[in-house]
Nanobody
Framework: QVQLVESGGGLVQVGGSLRLSCAAS????????MGWYRQAPGKQRELVAR???????NYADSVKGRFTISRDNAKNTMSLQMDNLKPADTAVYYC?????????WGQGTQVTVSS
């Protein structure tokens, strides 16, 4: 069983930066693909960025060039550096770890970008 806890959300102005962190416990996630998802009010949850156990990454088109996903397998953590934030980035951000048939989610952290 894997437990995921996100941190680092908050209120930021347009153009600002935030760094989200996801700490895993209960088991090593080094062999898991991990990702950040977000859900805005009234919208479906969507993939923001994903990183494999080997470090390959992919991003939603809306965040390419602004967000950077990374992981530290030794610390069992994953991060999302978010720069040049826009009001459209406002959402609850969730951390996910997945491998084969297993998928685990964190409880989410709110990111609000004010104009």
């Amino acid at each position: 069983q894997v437990q995921l806890v996100e941190s680092g959300g908050g209120l930021v102005q347009v153009g600002g930066s935030l760094r989200l962190s996801c700490a895993a416990s209960g088991s090593s996630v080094s062999g898991y693909a991990m990702g950040w998802y977000r859900q805005a009010p009234g919208k479906q949850r969507e993939l923001v960025a994903r990183i494999t156990g080997g470090g390959s990454t992919n991003y939603a088109d809306s965040v390419k060039g602004r967000f950077t996903i990374s992981r530290d397998n030794a610390k069992n953590t994953m991060s999302l550096q978010m720069d040049n934030l826009k009001p459209a980035d406002t959402a609850v951000y969730y951390c996910k770890a997945e491998k084969l048939v297993w998928a685990y989610w964190g409880q989410g952290t709110q990111v609000t970008v004010s104009s």
